[in-house]
């Protein structure tokens, strides 16, 4: 859902002369997303949106120069974070478990959690473990994939 509105976003934004969070709320919702003020703000800060004079002059939303590519949906900050804190990550039947060094299983939830991934029901940590609930067992092995590349990239 998270990738969905985003792109969503993208494309309002290109569309339309958006100026404020409460347009693109109100857009967002006609086209059939539920958002709060709250989602909107985050959206525009992980998709680096900026102000830009308008054709009429006034401020608008447009997309930071990322290479002529939206930019990615989560930050190098949090690519960082589960580099420097993951030590391991299996699955527990439908359940991801995260061991991380002592004292960032947090920093590392909140990573996990703004990569958005749509399979994941929530997350959970303590001192030095992650737990991730997936929606079904079947669908660990990619939620799997998808945390591993970005932990094994550092």
Known sequence: ???????KILELIERYEIETQEDLAKRLLEAGFQVTQATVSRDIRELALTKVSGRNGKPKYAVTDHGGNPPPAYSNRYARVLQDGIMSVVQADNLVVIRTVSGMAMAVAAAVDA????????????DDTVMCAVRTAGLVPAVMEEINGLWRKG
Request: proline share 0%; no cysteine; glycine share 16%.
């Open 1 to 7: 859902m998270k990738r969905s509105r985003q792109n």
């Open 115 to 126: 990569l958005g991934i749509e399979e994941i029901a929530g997350s959970i940590a303590g």
